[in-house]
């Protein structure tokens, strides 16, 4: 997230008594205290596509398929897979993709002679920023349970090796 006047930078606090984290624009608090800022020496800035691959599992051509439309305002499969320089299935496999997570509208219009066209546009800059807001807050929430869970299986994993080689020994008794 960039910080700006308009748009204030999430930072990271822990606090200093308990396991609790948090985001906030200013230093919350927890048991009674100010929480401190989280060290962000050692982390590295997200890149847009690494960002946008590890929270929704987009590929680099699919952010090219973003780009592409909020610099056309609207085009169809076939003029996106143009810009993008990958093939018109691909292209139409990705815009399903953001058609369902909501950064991509679609509609379809007559053609003259019979038929149909599908137009695809990208949600308005406001509306992706949130929509991308609000999904790397849940990713970052799962990401969160994921080392809790983690962490709080490492000694159950360590039981099993045990239990593993104590079997491993048994059988080699026999």
């Not at 800035?45 to 780009?67: K, N, T």
């Not at 799962?142 to 020994?169: C, H, N």
């Amino acid at each position: 997230m960039t910080a700006s006047t308009s748009d204030p930078r999430l930072t990271g606090y822990v606090c200093r008594d308990c396991d609790t984290v948090a985001l906030a624009e200013t230093p919350p608090e927890c048991c009674e205290e100010e929480m401190r800022a989280v060290e962000t020496d050692a982390i590295n800035d997200p890149d847009l596509s690494v960002l946008l691959h590890h929270v929704y599992g987009l590929s680099g051509s699919s952010v090219d398929i973003c780009v592409s439309l909020l610099e056309r305002g609207e085009a169809t499969a076939t003029d996106i897979a143009s810009d993008v320089g990958v093939n018109r299935s691909t292209v139409s496999r990705q815009l399903a993709q953001l058609r369902e997570l909501g950064v991509v509208e679609c509609r379809e219009e007559p053609v003259a002679g019979g038929g149909r066209v599908k137009r695809y546009s990208s949600v308005s800059l406001d509306e992706l920023r949130q929509r991308h807001r609000e999904g790397l807050l849940v990713w970052a929430s799962d990401a969160m349970a994921v080392v809790d869970r983690l962490y709080g299986e490492k000694p159950t994993a360590a039981a099993r090796s045990e239990s593993v080689s104590s079997s491993e020994q048994t059988a080699s008794d026999e």
